[in-house]
Structures are given as structure tokens and as C-alpha cells.
């Protein structure tokens, strides 16, 4: 049998969000490729996502994790730490919220929350692995922007600047920590059919003729999550510090 074209055999991977959506097609990528992966997300719904993925024979755990919470994230890191018995090979930053209002619209508590997910979010998981990451010198992670990252609709204000935000922590220790061995970069998905995005599309009165027909013109979970693993991959080893866009193009019209 020829072996597969990226495998991630033995390592240890932690996503982010990873119940459902984005985050569950990444997980169920990288146990596909033999990872063993922690599922980190506030939905409890994360369990059974857990159980349902473990049918494919590899380590999978849920840990309930509030990011935007530093305890919860110190807490995080250090269980999957014991879990996986000594290291988190991959990060993947995937966390996050998507809530509409304007800036005259945006009070201090919504912006607060947004930013506290979005982008505090990756940077304490980030602040929390990096230096097992020295020790071993080797890492990789992978920051989950959005192409609202270089302006956003007046109604994404405070999430464009959350992933405007992921670029820019990207970038900086992508350079920070290369001597260490370890690669940061960022895939920006364009617009995701994901279960959030049909339910918005339900709730604004969408049919199902409609909704099938915009679906097909948009990205799936699987096409990010295929985007990550190369990332991820030993396929990539001389890419850092970079912006994968997946949009299908939709930033080119």
C-alpha cells in the first residue's frame, strides 16, 4: 500500500472550537492522518463529537474550555499535556465568535467578548504551548483568520479587528519563534457554509432551494481543514509567518 502523502503518525494536535463546524472537519482531518487530537471547545456538544470521531481509531478527548479565560486555557494545556504524555506538536487556533453590529451598535461588553475569544483567545493558548514548544524545538501552529481581516462589513466591525488582530499575531511570532524551530501561519477561510452560517440563513428566511444553491458557491469545513493539515504538514516546512487565503477566489471579484 503506498503511504499516505501527509501523515501526522504520533503527534499531538489540539483544536480549538473544534465541536463543530471549521473545527470539527480540522479534528477529523488530522485523526484521519493518525493525530491524536484534543478537541478544546465551551459546547459541551464537544463529548459526543469526541465519541462520534473515535470510531476512526485513533485518540480523540474533548476538553471543555472557555478560551477567552485564562485558567481555562492554563487548565487546557496542561490536560492535554498529561493526556498526550509530554507535548503538543500542533495548535490549532480556531475558537471563535461571529455576532453582527455596527460600531454604533458595538458597547463595551460585545466588543469585549469578541476580542476576548477571537484574539486573547489565540494569544493565551499561543503564550501557554510555545514554551513546551522551545523545549522540544518544534511546533507548529495554525491561527484560523477571515478575509474581514483587511476591512469587514460595517455589521463585522469588532470580529474584522479580531482577525486583523490573528494576522498580525501571526506574523510577529512567526518571527519571535522561528530560531525555536517553530512555524506560525494563518489560513483565512473566505465564506464558510458552516451549521452557524445556515442557521443565520434560516433566521433571515431563507429556502432550502436558496440555501443549496449559496452553499454550492461557498467553502466547506473540509476545504479549510485541508488547508490546515498542509500547513501543518512537513509539506510546508518553509512556509511561516504567511496568510493561506481559501476563498474560491471570491477576494479576486
Known amino acids: 500500500m503506498t503511504a499516505p502523502l501527509i501523515t501526522f503518525e504520533g503527534k499531538s494536535v489540539v483544536v480549538t472550537g473544534g465541536a463543530r463546524g ?3 472537519a480540522i479534528a477529523k482531518r488530522f485523526l484521519a492522518c493518525g493525530a491524536r487530537v484534543i478537541i478544546a471547545d465551551h459546547d ?8 462520534q470521531l473515535a470510531d476512526m481509531g485513533n485518540e ?3 476538553i471543555r474550555c472557555d478560551v477567552s479565560k485564562l485558567s481555562e486555557v492554563q487548565s487546557l494545556v496542561a490536560e492535554s499535556i498529561h493526556r498526550f504524555g509530554g507535548s503538543i506538536d500542533v495548535l490549532v487556533n480556531n475558537a471563535g465568535i461571529f455576532p453582527r453590529a455596527d460600531l454604533l451598535n ?3 461588553a460585545f466588543w469585549d467578548n469578541v476580542l476576548g475569544i477571537n484574539l486573547k483567545g489565540a494569544y493565551m493558548l499561543c503564550q501557554a504551548v510555545v514554551p513546551g514548544m522551545i523545549e522540544r524545538n518544534s511546533g507548529v501552529i495554525i491561527n484560523i483568520g477571515s478575509n474581514h481581516a483587511t476591512a469587514g462589513e460595517p455589521a463585522t466591525m469588532a470580529y474584522a479587528v479580531s482577525k486583523g488582530g490573528i494576522v498580525t499575531l501571526t506574523r510577529n511570532l512567526a518571527k519571535a519563534f ?8 494563518c489560513v483565512q477561510p473566505g465564506w464558510v457554509a458552516s451549521e452557524g452560517e445556515v442557521a443565520r440563513w434560516k433566521a433571515n428566511g431563507m429556502d432550502e ?3 443549496t444553491a449559496l452553499a454550492a458557491r461557498l467553502q466547506t469545513g473540509e476545504d479549510i481543514a485541508d488547508a490546515v493539515l498542509f500547513m501543518a504538514s512537513g509539506m510546508s516546512k518553509q512556509i511561516n509567518g504567511q496568510v493561506l487565503i481559501v ?3 471570491i477576494t479576486l471579484k
Open 44 to 51: 459541551e456538544s464537544g463529548a459526543e463529537t469526541a465519541i
Open 22 to 24: 471549521i473545527g470539527r
Open 247 to 249: 476563498d474560491g477566489g
Open 178 to 185: 522561528v530560531k525555536h524551530g517553530i512555524r506560525v501561519n
Open 60 to 62: 480523540v478527548h474533548f
Open 209 to 211: 432551494e436558496q440555501m
Open 106 to 108: 458595538t458597547d463595551e
